[in-house]
């Protein structure tokens, strides 16, 4: 078995301001994503990394950065927070592009 | 344009009764169909899957019809019970393309006791 850690478990920021949310996996699965999901509806893809280094941009990747620093991390930078993306971001791993997907538990985004 | 559509938005359903889930897609080239649960206050988990070499996969009470020529595919639930109350989500995929799983908006099923 494994886990997923999501830091922070609640994230407040101003509007404009640059944030960074971390994903920490020790499944040690080779691909990890970055969806968000908004208030009753699905799982947009934001970001992906099928290896080490390696960044694949998603659906809703507009606004985003995100760094494979290693293996078991993935992180995502809110390069300017606005007040409409207020979300839960779900971070996911697996152990390749082919297989199940295992979710973290998730950072809330609140913009003020 | 790949698109996963699911329906009905919300559904409630009696105890015992069967759960009827639905979506469809577009890309014909779609190769993986998994369903994923996702309980309130939660992460999404996998429930179940289905690859196209296969038109039913059950596991329990769950069941997954799949029907390629119309591109639709289903998720049964066989004597709901409360603790099924939860919002389900279909999602499609392509082998090959990097695992990115296109997933639909959600089914919010209530079972009522």
């Known amino acids: 078995g494994g886990i997923i850690t999501q830091t922070p478990k609640f994230l407040i920021g101003q509007e404009g301001q640059k944030l960074t949310l971390k994903c920490q996996q020790n499944?040690?699965?080779?691909?990890m994503y970055w969806y968000r999901q908004d208030s009753g509806k699905g799982l947009r893809l934001i970001y992906y990394s099928i290896t080490e280094n390696d960044l694949q941009k998603g659906d809703l990747s507009e606004g985003y950065d995100a760094s494979r620093e290693k293996k078991s991390s993935f992180s995502l930078t809110v390069t300017s927070a606005q007040k409409n993306e207020m979300a839960v971001f779900l971070c996911?791993?697996?152990?390749?592009?082919?297989?199940?997907?295992?979710f973290g538990p998730g950072t809330r985004l609140t913009v003020l | 344009q790949q698109q996963v559509r699911q329906s009905p938005q919300s559904l409630t359903v009696w105890e015992g009764e069967t759960a009827i889930l639905n979506c469809s897609y577009e890309d014909s080239t779609f190769d993986y169909f998994p369903w994923y649960h996702q309980f309130p206050g939660e992460s999404p988990a996998l429930l179940i899957a289905?690859?196209?070499?296969?038109n039913k996969k059950e596991d329990g009470r769950f069941t997954i019809f799949f029907n390629k020529r119309e591109k639709k595919f289903s998720l049964h639930i066989a004597d709901s019970q409360p603790g099924d109350s939860a919002t389900y989500f279909c999602a499609a995929s392509i082998t090959g393309n990097t695992g990115k799983l296109i997933f639909g908006l959600g089914t919010t099923l209530q079972v009522q006791p």
């Open positions: 499944f040690n699965h080779d691909t």
């Open positions: 996911a791993s697996s152990i390749n592009w082919a297989a199940e997907q295992f």
């Open positions: 289905i690859r196209p070499v296969s």
